[in-house]
């Protein structure tokens, strides 16, 4: 009996001697990859700014928004950046030429994100951009090599979501480095952990699945921490801001939703179940009971994870897949998370055995960031939810494996 169940225990497993995907393509693939992002991101700066080409801006464009809602805080009060026409008129004058819609990049975050950027806004806006950039990289990139083995380290740093909000210019590069470096240290230093999970509230909607996962976990120092982490946030952004600021955020968020519901949004570059069922039908009710049913199950899957014992790093790649797939608004930058959740997946199964099928699957949710950008708008259908929901199956099939002992278990 037992000889049969070892023999049907290695049947899960692919022979790692023979798979294509070896070791020595791996690191090819990813030193392809580096060489690509250096001719790509070069050249667009050749032509946006030695050349200056009409029409070519600089990588990071969305970086405009942060800067220019740091200087408005600063010189006309922490309401300022929620009126259109003041940010409008700042950002242009940062960004000559600038048209994106209908020319001004709205400022969507809650005040307590003006606490981030406000340094920002004594800076030049160049300087300011390259503060933002290089600090961003240094931060996740960071987070990837507490999480990953050595030997991995060039294969995170080559993860093209990286690329994405390099070139778009946005914020996830923080906030995934500040999930990716509570989750390492979540064992060791709760505390910290907590602390760090509580930065990340500034985009709520990425913060949701944490607080479920440490109250199933009891792990209630960090909760404690992260909880008062963003109250503290709240309160100093209250007595600095005043209520002002609070009461715009709350009708910029309304207006976002709505943006939203009736497609006026990117659609093609919004990884959420809601933007590919609205590509597919149209309408608001059926995206919204679809993406609320795939919610539940991505909130079920972090309770099973959490409540009970099973390896750390499935329990990491659960909270930070299904933290992806709960919120209807998310974009394509926002995928620096799934670099985490790779990043314990991924070692886990070179530690204790890869599944059939498995490295192809994390290679396809490696390439899933450029998805978006390359071919979102032109197949007419939004394929990234996906690729999340496969990232959370992935983790929860192995967590079931380990728990009926088809598996082994590591730290």
Known sequence: M??????TGRSLYAAADTHWLDGERFRLYTKVALLCYVLYFGGWTLRACVLKVPG???????????????????????????DHDLLRQMELAAVPGLAIGDGVLPWLYPPTYLLYVLPLGLLSYGMATVVFFSGGACWYGWALCRTLPRNAWLAGLAFPGIAVVLATGQNALW?????????ACLRTRPLLAGMLLGLVTVKPHLALMFPVALLCARAWPALGAMIATAMALASVSLLAFGIEPFTAFLGNATVAREAVEQGAALLPRMPTVFAAVKMLSGGVMLPYVVHGTVAAAALAAVVYAWSRPCSYALRAAVVISAGLLVSPYLYDYDLAFLGLAIAWLGPHAWRNGWLRGERELLLLLWLLPLCGLVVGARIGIQPMPLGLIAALALAVWRIRLERTGKASRDA
Do not use: H, I, K, M
């Open 175 to 183: 906030l995934a480095g500040c999930a990716g470096l509570a989750l």
């Open 56 to 82: 070519v801006f600089a990588p990071g464009a969305d970086f405009v928004v942060f800067w220019s809602a740091a200087r408005l805080a600063l010189t006309q009060g922490a309401a300022a950046p929620y």
């Open 2 to 7: 037992e000889a049969a169940q070892a023999t």
